[in-house]
């Protein structure tokens, strides 16, 4: 396993395709020999040559960022707003806040949220990510920012949540619940471990999607489904061209399973988060339709009250 997580970092930095340290490994190879790396040289396309900067460690991720990263360094990252999110000022607000509580956040890409969860004051944020490159763009934020309460796990999250972690005062889960072969089950687990839950996701409706004619194609197929009891419909999704950059940042397969609108919704009142409120509704998002909403189990608002007196 610890072999592995180093192969995929090594690979990361020196920017070979993923498995190419663990296949030269197979064939004898040592990692460590000077014949180790795939094209003669490309060892040295790691070295910085200039003084340290910030421009420096970005650009280790040069053309891979998806955030709009605050200032001073906003001329380097990509465009979505995630270090001023609009979704996370909407969660802080239906939540009272997150002063001296700690978050389990899902898939924290660059740490844009999880920098915003520091600066409302948030005691800890667990943020766990499974990609090799998004994990160590969030170190590099991480350092940047100066972040002292953010602690990034590189791992999956599901797998996390099987372990079970402690509990947390709220779980985000914002963007990643379209990226689960078995959404259900990430609902469940996070139910398990928290009475806040914050969800953004896109959903699979039929009208909408068989109207598009750039996404129809990617839902192939669907299939009945049931875990804990709850009984579903999941629509397989692909992501196909995605797959192709490097910085992509959907789920560790090739597809994932998106459900309905309702049925996303019934399935966390299932689990007991029964009090929801919903926002950001956009039906014709670019990349399907799309919802958030904040989730919390009932007597969780009169258990807040009675602590703070
Ligand atoms: C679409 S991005 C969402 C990023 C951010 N939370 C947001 O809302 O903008 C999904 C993130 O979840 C990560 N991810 C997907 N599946 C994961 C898993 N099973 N465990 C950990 N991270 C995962 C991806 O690598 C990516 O960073």
Known sequence: MIRKTIDRIRSSLLHLPMGAAARRRAS???????????????????????????????????????????????DQGGKAL????KRVKWLLAQCGGVEGESVLELGPLEGGHSSMLERAGASEVIAV??????????????????????????????????????????????????????????????SAVTDRLFVWTHYYD?????????LAGKFPSHVKAEY??????????????????AGFCGGGHADSAWMSRDEILGCVRHFGLTEIETAFEAPDHVNGPSFAFFARRPDARAEAGAAGG
């Open 28 to 74: 004898g190879a040592s990692v460590d020999s000077p014949s180790a790396p795939a094209a003669p040289g490309a060892i040295l396309d790691c070295y910085a040559s200039s003084a340290p900067s910030a421009r420096n460690a970005l650009e280790i991720f040069k053309g891979e960022w998806s955030s709009k990263l605050p200032e001073p360094l906003d």
């Open 82 to 85: 995630l270090f001023d999110d």
């Open 129 to 190: 990510e499974a990609n090799s490159r998004a994990f160590l763009k969030c170190l590099i934020i991480k350092e940047l920012l100066r972040l002292q309460r953010v602690n990034f796990l590189y791992g999956d999250f599901v797998e996390y949540l099987r372990l079970p972690p402690s509990r947390f005062d709220l779980v985000v889960a914002c963007g990643v619940l379209y990226h689960m072969r078995n959404p259900v089950e990430l609902i469940a687990l996070a």
């Open 206 to 214: 039929e009208a909408i999607l068989s109207a598009r004619e750039d």
């Open 228 to 245: 804990g009891g709850f009984v579903h419909t999941l629509y397989r999704q692909e992501y196909r061209a995605a797959l192709d950059w």
